[in-house]
């Protein structure tokens, strides 16, 4: 039997995605990259924005008609099956299973059942060692980095997000289990590793958050380390430290800020005030500097009057992120904002967004323009596919640098190589082989 998986969403689903395609691997089905190959289509979804429940809808959309057509298994898991369980059947009835977030283990003994002929087949239960999920079996994607997850779920409660519900609450995993599966993957042939939690920074399997960075740092032939994403109010002077001064943690961090304005946040139930987060920032010291940093926003919250959204721009003017992600808040079912009056008109929303985007961008050429004449390290992502003798990197700051080696010259994947950087523009550094 053929499966496709396709995936959307943040790097969880996407290495939940490679747990999924090892549990089939390992029944003996074959993975193919096109749906239209597939005996079985499986869609790891996300619901963190209403867009992203679109696009599910719209591939359910297509997949119904496929269905007329011939055999095909439909499942859905992620975020949107944990958080709409038995009511997805309901909206596509062309769904033979339904499977939560925390019942991974679970996807051989569903696809058996709806193999079987039995209709609506569905588990969203909470398995308590659903985190513990035995390593060796996810077959991962031949990226240049490796995720590992190492703390599921989320504690804190944004009164927008939908992750406590369909992520449930943390659950870490013992440090010893994730030093031993990062050995797992260096000896595989990845150099660089990303820890992966819906906040890594309030770990605690075993010791500090801060504390496994420097165990995990210390596995031979890994090069480089990094995480997401991470909550301010758990970011501490220890993480700070061990950020700035350890060679193997990438220099770079995520840190989503949301808002600039106290009010906002406060209605966010974000648990700090933008004092607050500065100071967080302040733990960097000096080591600032070097690092890439990048945050999330929101606009358009329920309330944000003119003067928020100001606060919100003078914010970004005054930390000068070097990238930043920004959305138009989108009402979740179930989260407390609901309670809100989402009062904002479109227009204004939209305006705000592309006024945040735009200075963002100038902001990013500006971050980028200090590299110029740099001679710094990136990590060989891909080959380029529209243009040939041009490469995909990163560097430690994680700053994306396209490659130009000229005629021929084959850059290793997944390996560091020397670069000088020619040009900057807002999404990507320019540069030469050093
Ligand atoms: N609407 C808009 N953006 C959201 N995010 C989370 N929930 C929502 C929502 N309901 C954003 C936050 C978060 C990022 C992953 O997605 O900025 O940090
Ligand atoms: Fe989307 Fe959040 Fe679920 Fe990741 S955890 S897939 S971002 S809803």
């Known amino acids: 039997m053929k499966f496709h998986i396709q995936t959307w969403g ?22 193919v990259s096109t749906s239209d190959e597939a005996d079985l289509v499986l869609l790891n979804t996300c619901s963190i924005r209403e867009k992203a429940v679109h696009k599910v809808f719209s591939v359910l959309g297509r997949l119904r008609e496929e269905k007329q057509k011939r055999d ?9 099956a944990q958080q709409e369980q038995a009511a997805l059947f309901r909206r596509a009835p062309q769904i033979d299973f339904v499977l939560g977030t925390m019942a991974l283990n679970q996807l051989p003994r569903l696809v058996e059942a709806a193999k079987a002929g039995k209709k609506r087949v569905m588990d969203t239960g909470e398995y308590p060692d659903n985190h513990l999920f035995p390593p060796e079996v996810a077959r991962r994607r031949s990226t240049a ?20 519900t369909t992520r449930g609450v943390e659950r870490n995993r013992p440090w010893q289990d994730i030093v031993a599966e990062v050995r797992g ?97 302040g733990y960097l ?6 690092l890439g940093l990048s945050t999330d926003f929101i606009v358009g919250f329920p309330g944000e009057t003119d003067e928020d959204f100001e606060a919100t721009m003078k914010l970004l003017e005054s930390l000068k992120f070097d990238s930043s992600f920004s959305f138009i808040y989108s009402p979740r079912p179930g989260t407390a904002a609901l309670r809100l009056k989402d009062d904002i008109p479109a227009a204004v929303k939209t305006e705000r967004l ?35 003798g041009f490469w995909m990197g990163r560097t ?27 040009m900057a523009s807002p999404q990507f550094l320019g540069a030469e082989i050093a």
């Open 185 to 281: 993957v260096v000896a595989d042939g990845y150099r660089e590793v990303e820890l992966l939690g819906q906040n890594v920074n309030s770990f605690n399997g075993g010791c500090s958050f801060a504390e496994l960075l420097a165990r995990v740092s210390e596995v031979e032939g890994l090069e480089w380390l990094r995480f997401t994403t991470s909550h301010p109010m758990n970011f501490t002077k220890e993480l700070a430290r061990v950020l700035v001064t350890n060679p193997k943690v990438a220099p770079f961090l995520h840190l989503p800020v949301q808002s600039g304005s106290n009010a906002v946040l406060r209605r966010m139930r974000r648990e700090y005030t933008v004092e607050q987060y500065m100071e967080r920032l």
């Open 145 to 164: 980095k490796a995720l590992v997850t190492i703390i599921e779920g989320c504690n804190h409660a944004c009164t927008y997000c939908i992750v406590p």
């Open 396 to 422: 430690g700051e994680w700053k994306n640098v396209h490659i130009q080696t000229g005629d021929g010259r084959i850059l290793p994947f997944g390996e560091l190589v020397d670069v000088t950087i020619t």
């Open 10 to 31: 943040c790097q969880m689903n996407d290495h939940d995605g490679e747990r999924l395609s090892g549990l089939l691997l390992n029944e003996g089905f074959t993975q």
């Open 72 to 80: 095909v298994l439909i499942g859905v898991t992620g975020c949107l």
């Open 285 to 290: 010291g000096e080591g600032r500097r070097k």
């Open 354 to 388: 592309q006024r945040l985007q735009k200075r963002q961008l100038e902001l990013a050429k500006e971050s980028n323009l200090r590299f110029v004449g740099r001679t710094v390290q990136a990590r060989i992502e891909s080959h380029s596919a529209a243009r040939d």
